[in-house]
């Protein structure tokens, strides 16, 4: 590292901070300072509270990146917001409890969430949602169809880096696995998912969804001991958001028909 050396009285001191606030990685200090000490002047706000302002700016555009990052790294489908999620159209979940569930403490505690409810209810788009609030609070989120991930397991077993994938998916502090249930599993798929739910047990939260309710879902597994096991480790800390009602979808286009 070169060392620094105070400049006393530089002739102009704009390319030096630019090269300082650049190596410290302050860039909207950088981008702000000069529009920020105009205002600053003409209100007539002392130089802590100039200062305050522009370190503000800094950490405010530092959190919007890292959600960014966090929303992109979780590879959702679609943006759905829980904002745009109509709980009148579903009254048999309980609207409170996705309410807390969107505060993310159940990710520091650990906790599991099971959606359960035919297709077309909002399963997907309420796991989305609870995703982005978590992303927003600064979690790890990893978002994939139950299908996807044991494809990607399989794969990454074939080639060699299944401890490789293992180990990024036991990171993620929230997983969402959607549609479980819509295709049955082959015994390695199952046994290789199973590994999964295996890992993250109480080390991190994961979200399952799924059309199908728990006595079916040894037809998934194929195995009962497996699915067992598996419910074992899942329901162990979890909340359960009963999604029956009739399919979203459906009513739209009903009601787009009779308009
Ligand atoms: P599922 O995953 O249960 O099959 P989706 O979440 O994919 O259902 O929902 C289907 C479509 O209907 C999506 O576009 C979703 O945004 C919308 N949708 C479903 N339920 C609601 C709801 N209660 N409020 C707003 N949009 C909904
Ligand atoms: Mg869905």
Redesign the pocket.
Known sequence: MTKTEPTAEPADPKVLLSHHLKKLKLPTVLAEYEKQARQCAEAGVDHPRYLLRLVELELIERQRKMVERRVRAAKFP?T?ELA???????PS?NKVLVTELARGEFITRRENII?L????????????GLGLAACQRGMTVGFVTAASLVNQLTEARDEKRLLRLQSALAKFQLLII??LGYVPLSQTGAELLFEVFSQRYERGSTLV?S?LPFEDWTSVFGSERLTGALLDRLTHHVHILE?N?D???LK?SKARRSA
């Open positions: 679609a759905k745009s999620f109509d709980f009148k159209a579903l979940l959606a409810g035919p297709s077309g209810t909002g399963k997907t788009h309420l796991a989305i959607d549609e969804t059309n999604m009602g399919s979203y979808r739209q």
